[in-house]
């Protein structure tokens, strides 16, 4: 089964897969008007079967839970949210123990923590 993790922000969304059950960052997309042709894009090339949103409790669950809302109206796929509570800060730690450069953190570390949220689910 192939799994398309993703971690809902304000500016970029996050995004990992999970093919036979490995996990794979890929690169973030910008959370603009092409998000969902973007999203649709990953789900065709990598044959997604099964999507999971990660959220948050609080003000910006709302926002997460209206993406995931019209996600699910796009797409002819299960589409679950999962409590990614610290999920960036698990992010932040696997970045730092892999010495990765700090100039290219801000374009990895939300895919990241998509990863952290598939390694959630399938563990």
Do not use: H
């Given at each position: 089964m192939n799994i398309l993790?993703?971690?809902?922000?304000?500016?970029?969304?996050?995004?990992?897969?999970?093919?036979?059950?490995?996990?794979?960052?890929?690169?973030?997309?910008?959370?603009?008007?092409?998000?969902?042709n973007n999203i649709l894009k990953v789900i065709k090339a990598e044959s997604i079967d099964k999507i999971f949103v990660g959220i948050c409790e609080g003000d910006f669950a709302k926002k997460t839970q209206k993406f995931v809302s019209r996600l699910q109206g796009m797409v002819n796929l299960e589409v679950e949210t999962v409590?990614?509570?610290?999920?960036?800060?698990?992010?932040d730690e696997i970045y730092k123990l892999n010495k990765k450069s700090k100039k290219k953190y801000k374009s990895l570390i939300d895919s990241i923590a998509a990863a952290v949220i598939l390694r959630r689910i399938i563990n």
């Amino acid at each position: 089964m192939n799994i398309l993790g993703i971690d809902y922000g304000t500016k970029r969304i996050g995004l990992a897969i999970s093919i036979n059950g490995v996990i794979s960052p890929i690169l973030p997309i910008k959370n603009d008007c092409d998000k969902y042709n973007n999203i649709l894009k990953v789900i065709k090339a990598e044959s997604i079967d099964k999507i999971f949103v990660g959220i948050c409790e609080g003000d910006f669950a709302k926002k997460t839970q209206k993406f995931v809302s019209r996600l699910q109206g796009m797409v002819n796929l299960e589409v679950e949210t999962v409590e990614e509570a610290v999920s960036t800060i698990e992010a932040d730690e696997i970045y730092k123990l892999n010495k990765k450069s700090k100039k290219k953190y801000k374009s990895l570390i939300d895919s990241i923590a998509a990863a952290v949220i598939l390694r959630r689910i399938i563990n």
